[in-house]
């Protein structure tokens, strides 16, 4: 080892022991929190990397396998939802599905405006799979619904529902006014929905919306919001 690398690794060495040094003085908490501000940019560019891959391999794994419905369930209580079970639940609703065919369940997506930075992030990740028409059906609390649907990001449920649908569901549908200022029923508050209170997926108010560029079946969608209010 020459000279140069060994006053490199001194000054490595020195750096590590600085910031160990730093980490010792304060509570595991301090730590999590000393970490995650100090090395933000690098998780970020990070969580970035991550959301590009996974979204190469699902647009590989979609190739493969006929997706029959892909659902978004965006700020939802991730740690606790058990998507496989719901997807498990709701396949034997419709009779199952066959070999090389599969039903999508995202729980992953966390919009959160309190951090500007990681928000910026599963933005792009949520934004490039709209894009990619790898979402059929959106779940999110009443804030981020309503900015979406600002963006037109959600269809018209009057070219969704049958009439009998329209006029069952008459006292859940939401109007939201679209990017041209037009008024249009869009969301169905699925806060009571019989199966996100069994799974627990929101705390709070909660709606639900078809994306305007779902390439799915109008019957598998219609089908998938009459499993959620299944008893």
Known sequence: MDEDD?????RIQDKIREEWGKLKLLSWKGRLAYVWDYYKPLMVVIIVIIGAINLGITIFHNLQMDTLLSVYMVNCNTYYVDSEEMV???????????????????????????????????????????????????????????EYAGWSYFS????????????????LIVWLEDEEGESIPCALDLTNAAKL??????PD?????????SEADIEMVRSFLEWLFEA
């Open 205 to 213: 108010t909660v709606y639900g919306g078809v994306v305007v560029n």
């Open 88 to 146: 498990a639940d709701y396949t034997e609703y419709i009779g199952g599905i066959g070999d090389k065919e599969e039903i999508s369940l995202d729980t992953s997506v966390i919009l959160d405006d309190d951090d500007a930075t990681t928000n910026y992030a599963y933005q792009m990740k949520f934004t490039a799979v709209i894009s990619a028409k790898l979402a059929d059906v959106v779940l999110m609390d009443v804030e981020k619904f309503e």
């Open 197 to 202: 209170e069994e799974y627990e997926v929101y």
């Open 6 to 10: 060994r006053k490199l690794k001194d």
């Open 156 to 171: 018209d449920l009057r070219e969704i529902l049958t009439d009998e649908e329209l006029e069952k569901w008459s006292d």
